[in-house]
């Protein structure tokens, strides 16, 4: 076995499909030679992984509605809920990509992770059967099950960006209080997300909580950190920092 198969505790029968879905289509189009990659099996692996995380879903809140079920599946099938899962297999380091893309980030790119994750889910399932694939991937996403708050995934933004960003490096967001007017009974605040030297997005409120909050589900909505031209430099660390950003967990 090798490193990744020890991870998952599965041995591929055919080695050629956990190769084509740890190849990343920039690896063809810089060759200009023909070369399988993984877009195939990421579609592929999408399904599988809607409909796991559905039945799990549907098995495990029968009282919930169609609507809380299908926010709670979005949070688990997100690119950044998929990342997560990507990062803790070290999937980025096993996968083959041509030079100008590893050059500028790509084996720390929430796309490029989030569907080499699809793609091997994909690989599991042609290689083995539904139940297998259903099995890694529950075991795999057990962390994330046993967490899952039957609220809305949006009733915490201020939660759900320090979790996004700290998946990219340890750093926590910070919310400075900008603004505020009106009398002291009536107080009107303004306030901004920022991180790692980042200005994420900003909000208002009545309290500075509510501005906080304001400010947070607006740099969801922005998302500036997924700005490939940004990438590069917000996953480098200070000099003074201990850690880099490849062994951020």
């Known amino acids: 076995m090798n490193p990744l198969e020890q991870r998952l505790k599965y ?3 055919n080695p050629l499909l956990l ?10 189009h810089e060759t200009q030679r023909h070369h399988f990659d993984n877009q195939r099996l990421e579609f592929l692996g999408d399904a599988v992984l809607q409909l796991i995380f559905t039945e799990w879903l549907f098995d495990h809140f029968p009282k919930d509605s169609e609507g809380q079920l299908t926010k709670m599946r979005s949070r688990l099938v997100s690119r950044d809920g998929l990342k997560l899962h990507a990062k803790r297999l070290d999937l980025g380091n096993h996968l083959m990509m041509g030079r100008g893309e590893e050059a500028s980030g790509g084996r720390l790119r929430g796309s490029a992770l989030s569907d080499a994750y699809e793609a091997l889910i994909g690989a599991i399932y042609l290689d083995s059967d539904y139940v297998t694939a259903r099995r890694i991937v529950l075991t795999e996403a057990r962390e994330d099950l046993e967490s899952l708050d039957v609220d809305p995934p949006d009733a915490n933004p201020k939660g759900q960006l320090q979790e996004i960003l700290q998946a990219i490096t340890p ?4 919310y400075p ?14 306030a901004r997300v920022v991180w790692n030297g980042l200005d994420l997005g900003s909000g208002e409120g009545s309290s500075k909580k509510e501005a906080e ?7 969801l909505k922005k ?26 967990e």
Request: proline share 9%; net charge positive.
């Open 19 to 28: 190769a084509e879905a740890l190849t990343h289509p920039s690896l063809g």
């Open 171 to 174: 750093i926590s967001p910070s």
């Open 213 to 219: 909050t304001a400010a947070a589900l607006d740099a």
């Open 223 to 248: 998302r500036i950190w997924e700005i490939p031209v940004l990438n590069e430099s917000f996953v480098k660390p200070a000099n003074n920092s201990p850690r880099t950003a490849n062994n951020a």
């Open 177 to 190: 209080i900008i603004g505020s007017e009106g009398p002291d009974h009536q107080k009107h605040f303004k």
């Open 11 to 13: 041995k591929f029968r």
